[in-house]
C-alpha cells in the first residue's frame, strides 16, 4: 500500500514563495522516482519535477530555475521549493510516486498565485 500525503500549498502573491512537502509510507523509497506533476483548470496534468533514485533532476522548461526539488530518503519525503511564482503557477499539485512499474498520485494540494 503506498501512500501519499501532501502539504504546503495555499495562497501566494506572484514573486513569492511556497514549500510543498509529500511523505510518502512505502517500502521502496530509495528506489523510487519520485516528483510533482500539477493539473489547472482545464488543461491536462503535466510533470513540474522529478528526482530519480540517483538524484538526478527533471523540470519542466516553464519552472527551470525557479523551483528546487529534493528527496530525504531517511525520512521518505520530497519537497517542492517555488520562488517567484507566476499567476500560471496556479494549479493542483500531485506528489507522484513511480517505483516497480507502478505509478501513485497524492490527493494534491492546492496552489494559487495572485497578480
Known amino acids: 500500500q503506498v501512500q501519499l500525503v501532501e502539504s504546503g500549498g495555499g495562497l501566494v502573491q506572484a514573486g513569492g514563495s511556497l514549500k510543498l512537502s509529500c511523505t510518502a509510507s512505502v517500502r521502496t523509497f530509495s528506489i523510487a522516482t519520485i516528483g510533482w506533476d500539477r493539473q489547472a483548470p482545464g488543461k491536462q496534468r503535466d510533470l513540474v519535477a522529478q528526482?530519480?533514485?540517483?538524484?538526478?533532476?527533471n523540470y519542466a522548461d516553464s519552472v527551470k530555475g525557479r523551483f528546487t526539488i529534493h528527496r530525504d530518503k531517511a525520512e521518505k519525503t520530497v519537497s517542492l521549493q517555488m520562488n517567484s511564482l507566476k499567476p500560471e503557477d496556479t494549479a493542483v499539485y500531485y506528489c507522484?510516486?513511480?517505483?516497480?512499474?507502478?505509478?501513485?498520485w497524492g490527493q494534491g494540494t492546492q496552489v494559487t498565485v495572485s497578480s
Open positions: 528526482i530519480s533514485s540517483d538524484g538526478s533532476t
Open positions: 507522484n510516486y513511480k517505483a516497480l512499474g507502478l505509478t501513485y
